[in-house]
């Protein structure tokens, strides 16, 4: 006798939805440390991991997370779903790499003009500040020849006491 009410099912899924955001944010902080191309596949995976779903009860068309269903049979052998959401998570992944593959593809161009570009002007920028006093031949002739240098720091303390 099934005792899970249709509300009782959406409740689990939404807090196992939750909690597994609340992994991947974890995930997300574990690995930003590592190299771009090494970090983002695998967030791609634990993303498959945590929110691939697999079929449980084909009649009532009931969905479980894969991984959880693959844990569970696994360490009680109490099922015969193992090899249907390894096969389910299997296949998320390949589609979710296969999608990061196209988004790579797409990106790896615009990256590379951008760079390109900003190595440009980080150049033109250089040659229009380049020293000014190598362009004049007779020396630097800017406003500041006529302005008096500035009066010599006490050695004590910066700070004026008024007197009494």
């Not at 930003?32 to 009649?59: G, N, Y």
């Not at 390894?86 to 760079?115: G, Q, T």
């Amino acid at each position: 006798m099934d005792t899970m009410t249709e509300n009782d099912y959406l409740i689990a899924w939404g807090l196992y939805a939750f909690a597994a955001l609340g992994c991947l944010l974890v995930w997300w902080r574990l690995t930003r440390f590592m190299w771009r191309w090494l970090r983002e596949p695998l967030r791609v995976l634990m993303a498959v991991l945590l929110l691939s779903p697999t079929i449980i009860d084909p009649v009532k068309e009931k969905f479980a997370p894969a991984v959880a269903i693959t844990a569970l049979d696994l360490a009680f052998k109490v099922g015969n779903n193992a090899w249907r959401a390894v096969s389910d998570l299997l296949m998320y992944a390949i589609f979710a790499l296969c999608l990061y593959a196209v988004f790579v593809l797409i990106r790896w161009p615009i990256e590379r003009s951008r760079k390109a570009r900003n190595a440009q002007a980080a150049a033109n920028e250089q040659a229009r500040h380049k020293d000014p006093e190598d362009d004049q031949p007779f020396g630097p002739a800017g406003d500041d020849r006529y302005v008096r240098p500035a009066a010599p720091r006490a050695a004590g303390p910066s700070r004026v006491e008024p007197r009494l």
